[in-house]
């Protein structure tokens, strides 16, 4: 977890080797290290998204562009409003039906599985919704990224929390690309 987070709740309950408990003077800068937008605990390793080896991630992708109704459907279709409160909400989707299995199936949100709004404007742009489960009918619909982590290399609830801490500090509103009325 970032610095700027322990450092809110006063320190660590079991601090990794290195960080001494509730000292803020023992827990400068020595006790951690500067990474690309951020700061971490020294003994931590970092990688970067997207290595190909170690493979980071194993699904990185935009979602489905099927025609979506508001009312009633086969499969429920995520949008950026479903995830808008910062976690997946179910009543806050787009229906559709017809659907090929192997569609339904590269589609269908997975337990662990992160969406990222990557696009639309800046009050959206960062946010993500965590799956805390597998799903039998909410697939993943466009203008959301679905990340998949590579759980051998690291946790995809951490992962999660990485970048809502990126977007709480300002990281993706800093480096995005804009377009007229959009981020």
Same mark, same amino acid.
């Given at each position: ?18 960080? $001494? ?9 020595? $006790?951690? +290290? ?75 949100? +997975?337990?662990g599985d992160i969406l ?32 998949? $982590? ?16 990126? +977007? ?10 804009? $377009?007229?009325?959009?981020?």
């Open positions: 977890i970032p610095v700027r987070q322990l450092e809110c709740n006063g320190g660590l309950e079991n601090p990794p080797s290195g960080l $001494a408990e509730n000292s803020g003077e023992d827990r400068g800068m020595s $006790a951690v +290290r500067d990474i690309e937008f951020t700061q971490i605990a020294a003994e931590w390793d970092s990688i970067t998204l997207g290595e190909e080896n170690p493979q980071t991630l194993l699904v990185m992708r935009n979602g489905m562009t099927a025609k979506q109704v508001q009312d009633g459907g086969e499969y429920k279709v995520s949008r950026i409003e479903t995830i808008g409160g910062g976690w997946i909400d179910e009543k806050r989707v787009r229906f559709t039906s017809g659907l090929k299995e192997k569609d339904v199936e590269k589609y269908r949100l +997975r337990k990222f709004s990557h696009i639309n404007s800046d009050k959206h742009l960062g946010k993500t919704g965590f799956a805390e489960r597998d799903y039998d009918d909410l697939l993943h619909g466009m203008n959301l990224l679905l990340i998949r $982590a590579n759980p051998e290399i690291f946790d995809p609830e951490f992962l999660n929390r990485v970048f809502q801490h990126y +977007r709480d500090i300002g990281v993706f509103i800093s480096i995005c690309s804009r $377009a007229v009325n959009q981020s």
